[in-house]
């Protein structure tokens, strides 16, 4: 089957609503970056881009899937939230 195929058997009653281009509350890879970033920074200033590019893979690497699977599980409420809202930015 096609991707829209599969996304259409997924989504309840085929309901679909744009993907508003800048997004961030309804983008779960903005929220991993956002932690990924505190992380980077977090007690330790890279000298350089070698140092820099160790220490991503690292914080790449100490990712907990539970907060992969809490992002992704949120979506609907935020989606939810996001609508009663019309659109608005939902905060923290």
Known sequence: PTNM?????KV??????AW????PDLSPIENLWGWMDSKLHKN???KNVEELKDKLEQVRQSI????????FDGM?????????????YIGK
Request: with cysteine; net charge positive.
């Open 20 to 23: 508003p281009p800048n997004s």
């Open 76 to 88: 609907k409420a935020r989606m939810e939230r996001v609508v009663e809202l019309n659109g608005d």
């Open 44 to 46: 330790h200033k890279c």
């Open 12 to 17: 309840p009653g085929g309901h679909f609503l």
């Open 5 to 9: 195929a599969v996304i259409t058997a």
């Open 64 to 71: 907990p899937p539970a907060l992969l699977h809490s992002m």
